[in-house]
């Protein structure tokens, strides 16, 4: 079960990921990218509450999923973010990365499981990556 539901969340994260931002509708894109930033938040607010297994918080499957699922979406909305033309000011860090960094400090706080641990530490990796990048190209 563990394996098939991992698998399937990185099979469509992959998927998406492959999509051009400009051939998503835009409503549709929106609701995304609201309901993976309300599922950020959520997850930084619920896990100090959450029960420890024996790999950490998260050891349930479902709760695992649920934490990837959300994870990976905005990591990808990031990836839509940044691949969008960022207007005339300079580029600012979407707010994405800005709760998954705040996520990234609430779970170190605590035991997650180190697949969770793992996955988020590199979204928020790329992200600010991908946010020093923009920034410098900005700056040229």
């Given at each position: 079960?563990?394996?098939?539901?991992?698998?399937?969340?990185?099979?469509?994260?992959?998927?998406?990921?492959?999509?051009?931002?400009?051939?998503?509708?835009?409503?549709?894109?929106?609701?995304?990218?609201?309901?993976?930033?309300?599922?950020?938040?959520?997850?930084?607010?619920?896990?100090?509450?959450?029960?420890?297994?024996?790999?950490?918080?998260?050891?349930?499957?479902?709760?695992?999923?649920?934490?990837?699922?959300?994870?990976?979406?905005?990591?990808?909305?990031?990836?839509?973010?940044?691949?969008?033309?960022?207007?005339?000011?300079?580029?600012?860090?979407?707010?994405?990365?800005?709760?998954?960094?705040?996520?990234?400090?609430?779970?170190?706080?605590?035991?997650?499981?180190?697949?969770?641990?793992?996955?988020?530490?590199?979204?928020?990796?790329?992200g600010r990556l991908?946010?020093?990048?923009?920034?410098?190209?900005?700056?040229?």
């Amino acid at each position: 079960m563990y394996l098939d539901d991992v698998g399937e969340i990185e099979a469509w994260h992959s998927a998406l990921g492959k999509v051009a931002p400009s051939r998503i509708d835009d409503h549709v894109r929106e609701l995304v990218e609201k309901w993976a930033l309300s599922g950020v938040r959520a997850l930084a607010i619920a896990l100090p509450g959450l029960s420890h297994g024996p790999c950490g918080t998260l050891s349930k499957i479902e709760i695992l999923s649920l934490f990837l699922r959300v994870i990976k979406l905005a990591d990808l909305c990031m990836e839509w973010l940044f691949s969008c033309d960022l207007g005339i000011g300079p580029p600012q860090d979407p707010v994405h990365l800005i709760e998954m960094e705040q996520l990234l400090s609430v779970a170190r706080e605590h035991p997650i499981h180190p697949r969770a641990r793992r996955v988020l530490e590199q979204s928020v990796e790329r992200g600010r990556l991908s946010a020093h990048h923009i920034r410098l190209a900005w700056k040229e």
